[in-house]
């Protein structure tokens, strides 16, 4: 039996020209959680319609350095209209906001920054440290889940020091991973890290929850163009209650540096105690 073929994500989050700030997208299967698009691939595409929508305008900005998403409703597998509107054309940053629509139905909706990130970052300071984790090649890989297509797609190490939460282990609220995109396109870059900082697993699974975590708000900052094919990843928890949880990522590349950071606020669920 032949292998299933996917998309690779810059297909996937592809857009085409419809006229007048507006903008064609497939949303496809291969990068859902429990049938429903990711919100960083969802992320990716406002993304490329906000740098596009921008660059008709005259901005000669290359990068989505930023985007504060709301999901409004459940986006679904098929097409999607997106439709952009542009705030301000500036020199060193540009404002875009974009919705996407199904059916005549918004679902999600983002404040996109658009602007230009060097090669190499000049560093100035950085309080943020990236995690110790064993060698990729001594981690454990953790297994694809049949319902988070995603995970074909990302390639995921963790520690195997760390408690064994994939496996329903109990521990801190927070992972810390290997992270490296596996979907036969290009590695990493500034445009795919808006991906890279939703794709973590939740970390409110080594609390017990169910892994039904759907996102209300997601904010992705993009620091730095990544320098290496392996991202280390640290997800946590700042506050879990009311069914909800405030979580944060953080993504460093091989330098050491800070590559990408989000937060998001999102709904969660528990197991019987």
């Known amino acids: 039996m032949s292998e299933v073929e996917h998309l690779t994500l810059a297909d996937a989050a592809s857009v085409e020209p419809d006229g007048d700030g507006r903008f064609r997208a497939e949303l496809v ?3 859902t959680v429990f049938g429903i698009p990711n ?4 992320q990716c595409v406002m993304a490329n319609a906000a740098v596009a929508a921008a660059s008709d305008e005259g901005a000669s ?13 459940p986006s679904v597998v098929g097409p999607a209209t997106v439709a952009t509107e542009v705030r301000r054309v500036g020199r060193s940053a540009s404002f875009v906001h974009v919705t996407l629509s199904q059916e005549g139905v918004v679902t999600t909706e983002s404040l996109v ?6 090669e190499s970052a000049r560093l100035r300071y950085q309080s943020s440290v990236a995690p110790v984790l064993a060698p990729v090649s001594e981690c454990v890989e953790l297994p694809a889940h049949e319902s988070l297509s995603i995970h074909h797609l990302v390639d995921m190490r963790c520690d195997p020091d760390s408690p064994a939460w994939w496996n329903g282990e109990a ?5 810390v991973i290997w992270l490296r995109l596996a979907d036969g396109g290009a590695p990493w870059n500034a445009w795919s890290v808006l991906f890279a900082a939703d794709a973590v697993p939740p970390a409110t699974l080594p609390l017990g929850s169910t892994g039904w975590v759907p996102t209300l708000q997601l904010t992705s900052y993009v620091r730095r163009i990544p ?3 392996w991202l280390r990843a640290r997800q946590w928890c700042v506050v879990v209650a009311d069914g909800l949880v405030d979580e944060r990522c953080e993504l ?3 330098t050491g540096e800070l590559v990408a950071t989000s937060s998001q606020l999102a709904m969660v669920r528990f197991g019987q105690a």
Do not use: I, K, P, W
């Open 252 to 254: 460093f590349d091989d």
């Open 29 to 31: 299967d291969d990068f």
């Open 61 to 73: 900005h290359l990068h989505a350095t930023a985007a504060t998403t709301n999901f409004v409703s």
């Open 227 to 229: 320098a290496s094919e």
């Open 171 to 175: 521990g801190d609220a927070q992972v």
């Open 39 to 42: 919100g960083g691939y969802l």
């Open 113 to 118: 920054t658009v602007g230009t990130l060097r």
